[in-house]
């Protein structure tokens, strides 16, 4: 190699320069395309996760760049150009191989989060704990990104002589900088604040069901800032979120996933009630959304109209709550109705002679 710029000194200096370019980049796009199918091979597809598989998801792009531009910086002290362009040269690929080196970092990141979301499955009965771990990785992550982003332009920054003033400053002023942005958007830092209490403390998870603005949805997303609610019929409810620190809400699977659901009807004194008590039970004995721990029905309630009774049964998650609760109202309404249509509820008048 050290004979490299002695080779055919009669080629003129922009072709061997450009040729050398032209072979950085091709030889480390041919090096990507012969890694790949070997990675391939551990990375079967069967629809299982596989880790091969998803680090060539997310590096894939990020190679395409990072394998050339390695490349192309070991062959820079064999181009034929003056001092002044080797130095331009030299801080140009320098600033990329940083950028570079970051997004691989973010990338790796992302890998780690999928191999957590594997382990951790959340469509599941019982993902209590692997709620807990998705949102703490999640905001991990994107705390860790913001890191590594300032700390990339930083480096960039001290790179140079007469900026390096700046990058130190952005190192060192943090703290100041906190301070002062701290009193210029006092809202926004409470929200980040609470984000950090959020995603330790977890009043909310992923998938979580909560009841919030008189909404009941999902928790969907949980960024620095807010909260994004995946409502029932598909809306999305933005809140900030310190919302869910300062302001009192329903959450349905804060230590479970299972709830009770409940069903009220309304009758007329006549109806019998041990007969509406045998059909529950019949019901719920004969319904697979039913988990088989609770089945009750008690008159809960009575006026001079009509009697309150409530059919309460358990269910493994909010939505086969829904659902099942649902079911049991039409059927109860329905066993009334074809064999006790006198009690149904109604108004008694009586008139006097």
Known sequence: MAYLNDLWPDVPDIVWNVTLLMVAILAGLLLKFILVP???????DDG?????????????????????VLLFNALIPFLRITPRVYQVIGKVVEIVLICCFAVVIIRIIRIAEDYLNHQFDYNVADN??????????????????????IIAVAIILLSFDNLQKIGAGLLTGVGLGGVIIGFA?????????????????????????????GEWGKVEEIN??????????????????????????????????????????????????????????????????????????????????????????????????????????????????????????KTRVELAE
């Open 48 to 68: 299982n996760y596989s880790l091969f598989r998803s680090a060539i998801r997310h590096l894939n792009k990020v190679v395409n760049v990072v394998l050339p």
């Open 185 to 213: 958007a006092q809202k926004s830092l409470g929200n980040l604040l609470a984000g950090f209490q959020i995603a330790f403390t977890q009043p909310i998870r992923i998938d979580d069901v909560v009841i919030v603005e």
């Open 38 to 44: 070997f990675v391939r091979l551990k990375a079967i």
């Open 224 to 345: 620095l800032t807010y909260v994004v609610v995946n409502i029932w019929d598909k809306r999305r409810l933005v809140l900030p979120i310190q919302y869910f620190i300062e302001t009192p809400f329903q959450n349905w699977t804060r230590t479970t996933a299972e709830i009770l659901g409940t069903v009220f009807i309304y009758t007329d004194y006549t109806v019998p009630v041990q007969e509406l008590r045998a059909e529950l039970s019949r019901l719920l004995h004969g319904h697979s959304l039913w988990d088989g721990k609770v089945d009750v029905l008690q008159v809960t309630g009575a006026n001079a109209q009509s009697l309150e009774i409530r059919a309460l049964m358990s269910c493994r998650n909010s939505g086969e709550a829904w659902d099942l609760r649902c079911y049991i109202r039409e059927k109860l309404v329905d066993f009334v109705q074809r064999n006790y249509p006198d009690s149904l509820s």
């Open 128 to 149: 209590l704990r692997a709620r807990k771990v998705r949102t703490q990785m999640q905001f991990i992550r994107k705390i860790l990104v913001a890191i590594i982003a």
